[in-house]
């Protein structure tokens, strides 16, 4: 933020403060209540404390130490706070000049240079439903993986299948009791979840079912090669099915190793355990005590149960120490929803095994589980939602209706396309509006889905900024057919003072790395969303009052072709930070 910085240190000047203090005033810096009171507002609260004198006259003083400079246009009190108005047009060259002399890379940062990342999401399970919740991690995830990248972080995409565990003895269970081969060729992963949940049910009726189920996985996790077959056939059916939904959104992992392929490290892992005293056993069960560990209460952590098979915790255990031995990450993220209480106990173990085996590095400190609200109200066509797939379709569906309603009554607005350009419209409408309404929201927040809301092309959502986006492009086109260029050369210098729509737009393109910066830090998508929702509202304020392209006014011309050239990059950029495609034409 180099004009908060400059401010700051302005700041310092005029309080007499060595320019080292400048970070400490900038963290002050906010922006005032109404936008025609200034740019920014300086709080003298804090100061009026040290300097033993009340803040009203503090701001008074301070104002009048403020020269105005190349930036700042004028420094005013107002009540306990100095307000400084910008000189909008050089901070409008200045946006322009960074934003179109590196459009892919406004924004982002070399930061996180050196300091890789390892962010573990979706992590569907095979032969068990591919939940929504996977979609809200699969989303949030890659969004996350983006947007540290775009602050220069090496990143590594880790998607955990949960292709282990005693579930798998319910599927072959079933599998051996009622399987089809054709059905199995036919609707794959669709068959493998019916099969699971038929022998679910069965085990409610008979308990003897749950028992074969166990036995079932113990052999397969003794290496029973028959058992192993099958098992080894239900996961790659399973994953390419995943790897289909992947392909669509355009999401890929660097790594695809789950539960399985970490197993073989489990015993070794658990002994550890054992040998620092750290395990114990508890109704034939073996646990690590943990409650304490990271200052609250937390249940045990089961590493083994009393039948002897290894549990989801213990594998996680022996999976993070593997991690960081290939890694060796600066933050080792989980992006898994209500699973707190099994994350605290992994994190809060391998802790306690650090300080026993006296590791060199704390690494368990790096281990973070980015959790998320649950999404209420998603259901498709065919019932409860279950597969992503399914969604998408409807989504899709949904979006080409929506598009055909819209020519239909407005041919001006939405000119008839193409069958391959509709196809392509309501592919991208479709998932943006879903990939949008998953961080419209910090992600916390529980969130309840509607498809007509979702699926507006106003108000907070996807396909609006999109809409918003198709647009620009549109004064590009009409730009281009009167041979005005393409707004990709800055100004030199603005053309006159900047109306209240034009500075409101350039201010919200300055905020954009700050955006990213606040998304990377909390691991919080919704920074961005919340920042392309407010560039897009400014764009569109700007739009609808003041007329771009002006044949009796060509510098003015050219100037806000710039304007629109700059908030068209950075709308792209930062749709594509959240997987949403930005389109030419709507
Ligand atoms: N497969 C798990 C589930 O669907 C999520 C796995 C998350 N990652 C991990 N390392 N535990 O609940």
Same mark, same amino acid.
């Given at each position: ?36 009171? *200034? ?76 300091? /890789? ?44 299948? +949960? ?86 959104? *355009? ?26 005293? /750290? ?12 409650? +304490? ?98 969604? /998408? ?140 929702? +407010? ?52």
């Amino acid at each position: 933020m180099p004009f908060t910085s400059h401010i700051a240190r302005v700041l310092c000047a005029a309080l007499d403060y060595a320019p080292e203090r400048a970070d400490e005033i900038a963290r002050l810096l906010g922006s005032p209540p109404d936008p025609a009171m *200034g740019d920014l507002a300086f709080p003298c609260f804090q100061l009026a404390k040290t300097l033993r004198t009340a803040p009203p006259k503090i701001a008074a003083e301070l104002a009048a130490a403020i020269p105005p400079d190349e930036l700042i246009a004028s420094a005013v009190a107002s009540g306990p706070y100095v307000n400084i108005h910008l000189d909008r047009q050089e901070v409008a060259r200045r946006v322009l000049g960074a934003v179109l002399a590196d459009p892919e890379g406004y924004g982002g940062s070399r930061a996180g240079a050196g300091a /890789l990342v390892v962010l573990d999401f979706s992590a569907p399970n095979i032969a068990k439903p591919f939940h929504f919740g996977h979609l809200r991690s699969t989303n949030l995830g890659a969004d996350l993986a983006r947007i540290l990248a775009f602050r220069g972080h090496p990143v590594l995409r880790k998607n955990y299948i +949960g292709d282990w565990g005693t579930q798998f003895g319910f599927v072959i269970h079933a599998w051996q009791q009622w399987g089809e081969e054709e059905l199995l060729r036919e609707r794959a992963i669709d068959y493998l979840v019916e099969l699971y949940v038929r022998a679910h049910r069965a085990s409610e009726a008979d308990p003897g079912v749950r028992e074969q189920a166990r036995e079932l996985f113990l052999r397969l996790e003794q290496g029973d090669p028959q058992i192993t077959a099958l098992w080894q056939r239900f996961r790659e059916l399973s994953l390419a099915g995943f790897m289909k939904t992947y392909q669509r959104l *355009g999401i890929g992992f660097d790594n695809y190793d789950g539960e399985a392929a970490v197993n073989p490290l489990v015993e070794a892992t658990i002994q550890r355990f054992v040998r620092a005293g /750290l395990a114990e056993e508890s109704e034939g069960a073996l646990v690590v005590q943990v409650s +304490g560990v990271l200052g609250r209460e937390i249940a045990p952590l089961m590493l083994r149960k009393s039948d002897g098979a290894s549990t989801y915790a213990a594998r996680d255990c022996a999976e993070a120490i593997d991690r960081w031995e290939r890694y060796a990450f600066a933050a080792n993220i989980y992006v898994v929803s209500r699973q707190e209480d099994h994350f605290a106990q992994v994190f809060a173990a391998l802790k306690l095994l650090a300080a026993a085996e006296q590791w060199p590095q704390p690494w368990p400190e790096a281990c973070e589980n980015v959790s998320f609200g649950y999404v209420r109200g998603m259901s498709t066509r065919k019932g409860e939602a279950v597969w992503l797939e399914d969604v /998408l379709d409807e989504a899709r569906d949904r979006a080409r209706r929506i598009r055909e309603a819209k020519s239909a009554a407005n041919p001006r607005a939405f000119p008839g396309l193409s069958a391959a350009e509709l196809d392509h419209v309501s592919e991208s409408v479709g998932q943006a509006a879903l990939l949008y309404f998953d961080v419209s929201s910090r992600r916390l927040s529980d969130i309840s889905f509607d498809w007509d809301t979702v699926l507006q092309f106003e108000g907070n959502t996807g396909p609006y900024l999109q809409y918003s986006h198709a647009r620009m492009c549109g004064i590009f086109r009409r730009a281009a057919e009167q041979g005005l260029g393409d707004g990709s050369t800055p100004p030199a210098q603005w053309p006159g003072a900047l109306a209240d729509e034009e500075w409101g737009l350039v201010m919200a393109l300055r905020g954009f790395g700050a955006a990213v910066e606040r998304a990377a830090s909390e691991r919080e998508p919704h920074e961005v969303a919340r920042f392309l929702h +407010g560039l897009a509202s400014s764009y569109n304020a700007f739009y609808n009052n003041c007329i771009v392209i002006d044949p009796a006014n060509p510098p003015t011309t050219q100037a806000r072709l710039a304007l629109v050239r700059a908030s068209q990059a950075v709308l792209a950029r930062g749709l594509a930070l959240l997987g949403i495609r930005a389109l030419e034409t709507m």
